[in-house]
């Protein structure tokens, strides 16, 4: 049984939430508190699998909570919370303190949308109790130069999930100004895409940006999918570009980074270099063994740095992967391979 502690200052939510959880066999919600105090002891004595945790409450916010919980007690943490603009910086705050996941609560009143989280909310849980977590401090260091010849068109397609948002500011705040254009693929919701792109645009040495539909690609420029919607590389001519389109679930998502993958070995073959992050499930596999079999290099996290060692574990039992790396050692990697080609 997956144990879980649900922290909210509303009743009316900590009383739906508990519904919704105890409604799987295979959870058991073990308490419910109302602030972070009540929390504090509760951990202490029931030792929780999952927290559920809302960020909107009175005497310490969950932000706060989240950070001290992380430095003395790790566990996996799912944010469940209302979302605006402001909210999506404050939920990218939580990811960066060491929160798994994410659940938006759909109505002010959750009676009026329990059914819309259930299956999302129980399937995270499910996945947040695999999770490994701890406090993680990456240290960048200088920025390496990438001598390339200004002809070779470099691609570098990245997938992450679970665990993606920290492993992508580990990897691309490491990577030096002139590497080629990256294009990455994190499962997230649209609302935080704008605001993460952002974040790591303030930390990294490369431009980063929300990919736009019918931009060519550039050298230096780091191209994050937007969050509902498909991502492919295209060619035309000698010039790559991005193709931005809705689309069915493709390996249970939108975007997905298989269909990233699968274009990026169609059209960059040899030219491309795939890295697989943290995250559940099997997206990318298929795509990144695609890209393998075209001639890509390939790079999987290792299991011992991943929050949740699923995609990256598939994409190495189909055989697609050259290296397996930690993530503070995949930039590089990355750089290292680029500079021997």
């Not at 999930?161 to 490491?174: F, N, P, Y």
């Not at 992050?277 to 393998?292: E, K, P, V």
Request: aromatic content about 4%; glycine content about 8%.
């Amino acid at each position: 049984m997956i144990k879980v502690l649900i922290v909210d200052d509303s009743a009316t939510a900590r009383h739906i939430l508990h519904e919704i959880l105890s409604a799987d066999k295979r959870i058991e919600v073990v308490g419910l508190a109302a602030d972070a105090y009540i929390a504090r002891d509760m951990i202490i004595e029931l030792k929780p699998d999952v927290i559920c945790l809302d960020l909107e409450m009175p005497r310490m916010d969950g932000l706060t909570f989240l950070q001290k919980l992380m430095l003395h007690y790790p566990t996996p943490v799912i944010i469940v919370s209302s979302l605006s603009s402001s909210g999506a910086r404050v939920t990218l705050d939580a990811f960066e303190a060491g929160a798994v996941d994410f659940v938006q609560k759909p109505h002010a009143y959750l009676f009026d949308g329990k059914d819309e989280i259930q299956e999302e909310l129980i399937q995270k849980v499910v996945n947040a109790s695999y999770a490994k977590v701890q406090k993680n401090v990456f240290h960048t260091g200088s920025h390496p130069c990438i001598r390339l010849s200004e002809t070779t068109q470099k691609v570098i397609a990245i997938g992450s999930s679970t665990g993606g948002t920290e492993a992508l500011r580990a990897v691309l705040s490491a990577m030096p100004q002139n590497s080629p254009a990256i294009l990455v693929v994190q499962h997230m919701p649209q609302t935080f895409i704008p605001p993460f792109a952002k974040r790591l645009n303030d930390l990294c040495a490369m431009d980063v940006k929300v990919a736009v539909h019918g931009e060519s690609i550039q050298r230096g420029v780091v191209y994050i999918a937007q969050g509902d919607k498909h991502m492919v590389l295209r060619l035309l001519g000698v010039r790559y570009f991005i193709e931005i389109g809705v689309g069915k679930h493709v390996s249970g998502h939108c975007p997905s980074v298989d269909v990233l993958f699968n274009s990026v070995s169609k059209v960059a073959g040899g030219n491309a270099l795939g890295v697989i992050l943290t995250g559940m499930g099997s997206d990318g596999a298929r795509g990144i063994f695609n890209m393998h079999q075209a001639g890509a290099k390939t790079i999987a996290q290792s299991e011992e740095s991943c929050v949740v060692f699923g995609m990256p574990k598939e994409a190495i039992k189909l055989g697609g992967i050259d290296e397996v790396v930690p993530l503070e050692m995949i930039a590089n990697s990355v750089v290292k391979i680029l500079n021997e080609e």
